[in-house]
């Protein structure tokens, strides 16, 4: 039986632009849980934050994955901090084949610096959640890739790794 795969890692690290990829070379489908979520919510993320917070973003967020996670099997991209939660963090393992996209902090900020996300204002702050975040990340994983490249390349090593058979019977 097909399991997800879910693509993890901080935010900068590629997960919607490498899932995409690794779901049309898998001829499955993509969801970019963020995306859900704000779906869900009926705004996006930043607005989510300042006018309901992080904690309701976190508890909608555990309750938007358990329920993708019920569906058909496709390539799931979680949100950077999705897996400190230890129930969606247990949902994943159980559930799925976990992806690290395992950018350098460097790489990452370079790709957020810029944008309106609500934990990308500040590189001490951002590099510091970027490595306490490092071993749930490793912990989580079935297949830690370097996600520095371009997209196209990290894709193409994640999807050749879940055709060998590892998504789908494990690591």
């Known amino acids: 039986m097909a399991r997800w795969l879910v693509l993890s890692g901080y935010m900068g690290a590629g997960k919607t632009s490498v899932g995409r990829r690794v779901a049309t070379r898998l001829d499955r489908t993509f969801v970019d849980a ?57 949902l994943v393992s159980r559930t799925a084949d976990v992806v690290w996209l395992r950018a350098s902090v460097e790489v990452a900020w370079s790709r957020v610096k810029d944008s309106d996300r609500p934990l990308a204002d500040d590189q001490a702050r951002f590099e510091r959640r970027a490595r306490s975040r490092e071993a749930t990340y490793r912990e989580a994983a079935d297949l830690e890739v370097d996600a520095d490249g371009p997209a196209d390349e990290v894709a193409a090593r994640v999807a050749a790794w879940a055709q060998r058979g590892a998504a789908g019977g494990g690591a």
């Open 34 to 90: 963020d995306r859900a979520i704000e779906e869900r919510a009926g705004m996006p993320i930043p607005e989510i934050f300042s006018r309901r917070g992080e904690l309701w973003f976190r508890r909608t967020e555990e309750t938007v994955i358990r329920e993708l996670l019920a569906g058909e099997p496709g390539v799931l991209a979680l949100g950077g901090g999705a897996l400190e939660n230890v129930r969606t963090r247990g």
